[in-house]
């Protein structure tokens, strides 16, 4: 049941963007964090993969760098209060 939800989600979604003047390009990042030997995982909190753990991330920005991407994600969504070049 749950594949067949996912499924319908991105019908819908494509769906949602089929009369763009261009064919979108949706490019994600992720991060991955280790500290003391433990990754950093997250809890789906949205379809696709609901109820889910993942590795931190999400859409780049136009123009954006897929590094400084993963860093706002980071500071975004998680409000992980680690020093840029630390986390570099």
């Known amino acids: 049941y749950r594949l067949l939800e996912e499924q319908q989600l991105l019908d819908q979604y494509r ?7 261009y064919p979108p390009i949706f490019v994600t990042v992720n991060a ?3 500290q003391s ?18 590795l931190p991330g999400g859409f780049i ?18 409000r992980l209060k680690v020093p840029e070049p630390v986390l570099k």
């Open 15 to 21: 769906q949602a963007w089929s009369q763009a003047p």
């Open 32 to 34: 991955v964090v280790v």
């Open 61 to 78: 920005n136009p123009h954006e760098r897929l590094l400084d991407a993963c860093l706002r994600e980071l500071r975004e969504r998680l």
């Open 37 to 54: 030997g433990h990754v950093l995982l997250v809890k789906r909190n949205a379809s696709p993969g609901k109820g889910l753990f993942a």
